[in-house]
């Protein structure tokens, strides 16, 4: 049996080329070290072959291994075709030659009429004569594979003293992982979108403590994966078990970056060695970690640690160190921020100065206050109250010291940029005092003379959300009937959902609600969004009374499945009852979008589904001690 057929009926063997390449590849991801497979290829090919070339007088054959010179070494090698082995190329018959491995493997996939194999001869199909190769390949490889040693066992996972979950809750979170045919608030069907349930699964899960079946754990951090809005409640969820397993997978690579100190332990706090050490030697994820966790329970103490080295960091590192003491911020952090506004680094120059603004009592925020004050002030020689305004002529270097931006986005008036910072960095208390003692709602009422009043509004709406002042955001943000950019304040979407998170979650709900009532639906999607959940009574109502009115009036309903998505992650289970009349497929009015009955119908029995779903949840994970 000579060397060709033998790799025709190897290859035979074999579904089709990429197969063979595939499983060889396979093999070949084992071998101890490339220069050993070399070594071993070169040996077992090189060494004679089974029809009987290579003899005892070193004279080769015709279908021998391909020497230079048809002779062998004096150790049994080819020296020639051990050369070949190394170079990665093999020699399939006298016929022809074909190249790397690699070259075979692009052959495969873009095909041979795309990509001829080299070294084929015209008697040859190409289709065969790459399945031989392959064949013949595939055996060369697999010979020259050595044994690797047994890699180290891994250590057991950390043990987690969490309690178990119900068997009722585990059956529910397995059925959640294996769902994969959510497709957002548009889609059509009764049924409920369980991956959309899952983040609220979770949220409940992580509050009452309870820790992750293992067997779980691989589907868990697959959704978290392909998820990152998942990816803290399902870490969080999947405790030191899902941290031991990512370090086994990097396809689950992101578990590691997203665990505080990249899934290393922290050192006890009060080991002063072991925190220096750390903070010295480590990683910059676990040098976050550790000033993060130093922060939370000793912010004077994380303050002194990020001083000692804070010099000889890089200004990326400085910038997110800085960052970590938003939490925790007070007056005892003024001097280190003071010394960061002298920084080398503009982001961090700008970093330190909001974060002093942030403290109405700082030097910045007195600094702030004098040059935003020089800027506006109340005329009484117009008839009526005003409030003139006067923007800075420069900006000088004291100014940029202190944060100030000099040079303005494209389509920005140099003035109205610098205005606009100076306002938003000046403590809110600043201006009863120099604008006659009025309260915040008498200032946003009054006019503001030379269209100045959109830059200042929108300045004061930024310095309430910074310095979240409640007063001041109930003043701009105005009462819930004003129309969007009709009001005394806030006159965008944007920036009166941002006014709205400095309120208390009633309040909030509340003002929503009465926005619903005046204007519907169509704009309230933004501010439904930072309503706490589930949401209060009186919204859950506005929201359903809006659909309700809107299937009615015969709307297009896919312009509502926003808000319906919304509704069935946000709206109180107890709801559901009140939606069983809305079940029913409505009489389609003559101008109503064809269709939109049946729509309607479908939308609102997934909503009840969903809700009633979500009481089952929350059952489930109920302790049973509750």
């Not at 002779?71 to 016929?95: L, P």
């Not at 068997?167 to 529910?172: F, G, N």
């Not at 201006?431 to 200042?456: C, F, K, M, N, Y």
Request: some cysteine; charged content about 25%; overall charge negative.
């Amino acid at each position: 049996m000579n060397g060709s057929s033998a790799a025709v009926r190897g290859a035979a063997a074999l579904p089709d080329a990429t197969d063979a390449l595939e499983t060889a590849d396979a093999q070949d991801r084992v071998a101890q070290d490339p220069t050993d497979r070399r070594d071993a290829i070169a040996t077992s090919d090189g060494s004679g072959t089974s029809d009987g070339s290579g003899t005892s007088d070193g004279s080769g054959t015709a279908e021998g291994s391909g020497t230079a010179e048809g002779s062998d070494t004096a150790d049994g090698r080819d020296a020639a075709d051990g050369r070949d082995a190394a170079d990665g190329a093999f020699a399939v018959g006298s016929a022809f030659a074909v190249g790397s491995w690699e070259d075979l493997v692009t052959t495969a996939l873009l095909g041979t009429d795309r990509r001829p194999l080299a070294g084929g001869g015209p008697d040859r199909a190409a289709p065969v004569a790459l399945l031989d190769a392959a064949a013949l390949a595939t055996v060369r490889r697999r010979a020259g594979l050595r044994p690797a040693a047994a890699a180290r066992r891994p250590e057991p996972a950390a043990e987690d003293p969490r309690p178990a979950l119900p068997a009722a809750a585990a059956r529910r979170l397995a059925l959640l992982l294996a769902d994969r045919s959510g497709t957002g608030g548009g889609r059509r069907g009764a049924s409920p979108d369980l991956m959309e349930l899952l983040p609220q699964w979770l949220a409940t899960a992580n509050a009452h403590g309870y820790a992750a079946p293992p067997k779980t754990l691989p589907a868990l951090l697959d959704a978290a994966r392909g998820r990152t809005d998942l990816r803290p409640a399902a870490l969080a969820f999947a405790g030191p078990r899902g941290l031991w397993l990512a370090r086994l997978n990097p396809d689950w690579r992101f578990a590691l970056r997203a665990a505080p100190g990249g899934g290393a332990a922290l050192p006890d706090l009060d080991d002063a060695d072991g925190v220096q050490r750390l903070w010295e030697e480590g990683l910059f994820a676990e040098r976050v970690a550790l000033l993060a966790a130093i922060r939370a329970v000793r912010p004077a103490a994380a303050r002194e640690l990020l001083g000692v080295t804070w010099a000889t960091e890089r200004a990326e590192d400085r910038l997110m160190f800085l960052d970590s003491l938003r939490s925790g911020l007070s007056a005892e952090d003024e001097p280190f921020l003071e010394r960061a506004l002298a920084d080398r680094s503009r982001n961090v120059r700008a970093m330190a100065a909001e974060l002093l603004s942030a403290l109405p009592g700082s030097a910045l925020a007195a600094r702030m206050a004098v040059r935003a004050g020089a800027c506006v002030s109340v005329d009484h020689t117009r008839g009526a109250p005003a409030i003139v305004v006067e923007a800075p002529l420069e900006c000088d270097a004291s100014m940029e010291r202190d944060g100030v931006v000099a040079e303005p986005p494209a389509g920005r008036g140099e003035r109205s940029w610098w205005l606009g910072q100076l306002v938003e960095a000046a403590p809110l208390g600043t201006w009863p005092r120099r604008l006659g003692g009025r309260t915040p709602r008498e200032i946003v009422e009054l006019p503001v003379a030379d269209d100045w009043q959109s830059e200042l509004h929108a300045a004061w709406c930024r310095a309430a959300v910074r310095q979240r002042d409640p007063e001041w955001s109930r003043a701009l943000l105005g009462t819930p009937a004003v129309p969007e950019a009709g009001g005394p304040g806030a006159v965008s979407l944007a920036e009166r959902a941002k006014l709205l998170g400095t309120l208390g979650a009633a309040e909030r709900a509340d003002w929503v609600a009465g926005f619903i009532a005046t204007h519907g639906l169509s704009e309230a999607f933004q501010l439904l969004g930072v309503c706490a959940v589930p949401w209060a009574a009186p919204l859950g109502r506005a929201v359903v009374d809006a659909l309700n009115i809107a299937r009615d009036a015969g709307s297009y309903p896919w312009s509502f499945s926003g808000v319906m998505g919304l509704a069935e992650r946000c709206l109180d289970p107890a709801e559901a009852a009140r939606l069983d009349g809305l079940l029913a497929v409505p009489d389609e009015r003559e101008d109503a979008s064809p269709g939109a009955g049946g729509y309607w119908a479908e939308a609102f029995q997934r909503l009840v589904t969903t809700l009633r779903l979500r009481a089952d949840m929350a059952r489930e994970l109920t302790p049973a001690t509750a």
